[in-house]
């Protein structure tokens, strides 16, 4: 070989190998009482250092408005208020409730966000399962058609003294939403957020595949963390509801944190429902109404819920069998059996 | 030596060079996709406050919002030995050898064998 041509292959090759690459930077913290992990796609550690910042921040002062324990935020004076006056808040505290009460129609009020009197009840870190007679008391408070919302005015108020919101089960998938939204303005194409198990993700990996989102087995068999099937997924949010997060077992029954509205107590017939949507709030709020339907309901609102916009589940029945919709029945891949 | 090196043309030494500068750069490239092991990490309010070998049987102690914490790494695992946060959920998780401790009210966190939780699997995130 000349000098020539091995100068210009070389040349060629240091041109095409100039020019910096896309890098995936992550960074995760604890915030919104949860563990938050954000992974963004980047040619510049820089610029995905300050875009994933100011999500975090966003996805902080969202947190302060929405939280149930703090009596200084926007959702706490909401509650205060109860049947006494309506409470302006900001347009992401109703946006999330105008949200949750959307799913709550839609469901049937299978998702209630006015569950908190009896959440209020149930302590799953001492193992504390309420009297009867408390639940049956508080039951009546739990009512979403009770939650009056002023768009114009951008106010809400509970009609009735004693109601309490709680957007637990829905307000993880809307901060995802709102953390991709503010990684978009910082000119953020690709990326993960993961709000626990809240995950929205965008765009496509620095290897150019979808992201691949493990969905963790029920029943864990040995290993922490064991995933029972993977999904790859872009542009997408998916949230799983499962009886396995916040548990306790009392003479052989299994109490665990997804509540029946319309009982007060946890709903059966299901382990786990993982819901694949285009938006999170979507995927958070859904998975627990299907998980309170039960397998037969369950599966006719998520057939229903297509009509509206693309949405998918991927269900583990209490006998373990499964359901999967069409939409994602060829992109499932089984880790384990279970 | 001298006498093969002698042999060579220009084009073949630029070649050598090249074969050279691409071996060293791929083991970098190779260390640059890897996930980060036998390291703990620990963070405390999102930012890095200590980060230690996995391997080195030690015990770290560290002020945080809810008072001191103790990390213990003992036989290639660690654990949050002491936390003064109430529900002690972070005390109760016991030992890891590859993942993360979360300790919310402290907002305490210790990344087990490096960041990369999920990677050997090529998982980017858990749902669950």
Redesign the interface.
Known sequence: MGIRPLLIVLLLLAVSCSGPKPHSYQKSKALMDTFITITVVSDSEATAGAAIEKAFVRLEQFGNMINFFSPDSELSMVNNNAGVAATHVSPETLEVIDKALYVAEKSGGAFDPTIGPIMQLWDFHKNTKPEDAEVKRRLPLVNYRNVRIDRKHSTVFLTRKGMLLDLGGIAKGYAADLAVETLGKQGIRSGIVAVAGDIKAFGYRPDGKPWNIGIKNPRQKGEKDEIIATIPLSDKAISTAGDYERFFIMNGQRYHHIMNPATGYPAYGTRSVSVVADKGVFADGFDNAIFVLGPEKGRKLIEQLNRDFPADAFIIYDNGSEYITTGINGLLKHEKEH | MKKSIKGT???DR??LL?LITASISGIFLAR?ALPESGEVVI?L??QPAFTAALREDRVIRLQSSVGPVEVEIKNSRARIREAHCP?Q?CVKQGW?SR??I???PG???V?VGG?GK?KK????????
Do not use: M, P, Y
């Not at chain 2, 699997?121 to 669950?128: F, H, I, N, S």
């Open positions: 043309t220009i084009s630029l070649l090249f640059d963070e309010d999102g529900n959920l890891v993942g993360i979360v300790c919310l907002k305490i966190v990344f960041r999920h699997k090529d998982l980017d995130a858990v749902t669950g």
